[in-house]
Every structure is written in C-alpha cells, then in structure tokens.
C-alpha cells in the first residue's frame, strides 16, 4: 500500500491566521518530506526529516513550521503566511533517505491560498 | 552542478499517437538513479518509474517505455498509443546526495492528448 494521506485537501486563511497541515504515511518509511509547488513549476523542497530528525531545511522562512511527531506523522504549521505562500504543499516519503536507491511517495496535496 | 532538462515545455497529440517526452541530466556521480513522475490534474505526483545508472537496458510496462543512455546523459519516455488519461504533467528527477538524498526536478512537461 503506497499512500501517503494529508489533510486538509484546501485550505484558505488570512495572513494573521495560525493553521496546520498534516501528512500520514502507514508505509513504514523513516524518511518524510515538505515540498512547495507553484503553478508551472517543479516542486520545491522545503524540509526533510530522517527518523524523526530535521536533516534538511532549504532556507525556509520561520512562518513555516516542520513537526514530525513519530515516524507516521508530519506536520507544517503555519503562522503570518503570505499571499505569495499561496501554492500546492506536497507531503511524500521514503523508505530511508540514506540509500541513493530511495523512491519517494507523495501525498494529494493540500493546496493554500492565502488571502 | 546536477542538473536536470526537460526541453519540451507543452505536447499536444491526439489520441492514439505515440509520444515521447525527453530528459537530459548532468551529474558526477558514477553511481546515480534517475526517475520520473506523472502529475494529473488532481496534484498528486505518481511514481512511474526509477532507473539506476548501471542499467541501461530499455523496460517496458504496458504503453510505457522507457530509453536509458548514459552516453548522451538521457531517460527519455515514450507513450505508446496515448490515450486523453495520459494528460498530465511529467517531472524527470534525479537523486542527488546532500547529506541526504534529495531530488533534482526537471521543469516538466505538460502533456496534453485530444480526442
């Protein structure tokens, strides 16, 4: 079974609003993963966590949040979003981010629009 | 730099037309893998297929191929008798180490098949 569930599928908040975004993979996969996607772009890669460890931030501005509670979950919290912000976020994940062979898996996506 | 290109920016063909969508990479590792994904227009990115660098025999599944050549750094693929569920975008990507592993998306190309 390779799904990876996130919820909420949309999402509309003010740029004062404080909101969460939540992914779910029952796969056994010890590596999670944020992505960003703008319309006609690639995605763009936010966070990785490697067994529940933060291992990779690309630069990422504070008003997003990573959180892996256990090796199933993870969220993104949001706080004084931007209308720039708006965009596609991707959860996926991997069996281990350590080994060149890992495929990742993603998630339907949440798709924000910040108003 | 690693690097991926996917020249072709938007495809139209009509139904049952073959159709292939190219992908060139840089990289210098000798050992890499090479993927792609399928994008429908509900947002998920499908896993297709992954390829390592030592293998350069062609696979195909179905209406799907696909052509490895590390001589001109290409995994191009090739959709056979497409069909209108084919429409979708497709990313090319390749794995690249930074501690972890990370993907390098190409820019996608938009397929687009009419009836």
């Known amino acids: 079974d390779t799904e990876v569930t996130q919820t909420p599928k949309h999402l509309v908040m003010g740029m004062t609003n404080k909101k969460s975004l939540k992914c779910e993979q029952h796969?056994?996969?010890?590596?999670m993963y944020w992505y960003k996607q703008k319309a006609k772009k690639p995605p763009e890669l936010m966070f990785v966590?490697?067994?529940?460890?933060?291992?990779i931030n690309e630069s990422v501005p504070s008003r997003f949040s990573p959180e892996c509670p256990n090796s199933s979950l993870l969220n993104l919290h949001l706080h004084a979003l931007q209308p720039e912000d708006s965009a596609l976020y991707l959860c996926?994940?991997?069996?281990?981010?350590?080994?060149?062979?890992?495929?990742?898996?993603f998630g339907p996506g949440t798709r924000l629009t910040v108003l | 730099a690693q690097k991926v290109t996917q020249a072709q920016t938007e495809i139209s063909v009509v139904e049952k037309e073959d159709v292939t969508l190219d992908c060139v990479y840089e990289?210098?590792?000798?050992?890499?893998?090479l993927f792609w994904y399928k994008q429908p227009p509900s947002g998920e990115l499908v896993f297709l297929i992954r390829?390592?660098?030592?293998?350069?025999q062609n696979e195909i599944s179905g209406r799907y191929s696909w052509n490895f050549q590390k001589s001109t750094s290409s995994f191009n693929f090739t959709i056979t008798a497409s069909q209108v569920v084919d429409s979708a975008v497709y990313f090319c990507?390749?794995?690249?180490?930074?501690?972890?592993?990370?993907?390098?998306f190409g820019t996608g190309t938009r397929l687009k098949v009419l009836a």
């Open positions: 796969m056994g996969h010890r590596a």
């Open positions: 990507a390749l794995s690249e180490f930074s501690g972890t592993y990370k993907y390098i």
């Open positions: 390829r390592n660098s030592f293998d350069e």
């Open positions: 966590y490697s067994y529940e460890k933060l291992s």
């Open positions: 996926a994940s991997s069996q281990d981010a350590a080994a060149s062979t890992d495929t990742q898996y």
């Open positions: 990289t210098r590792d000798t050992t890499y893998y």
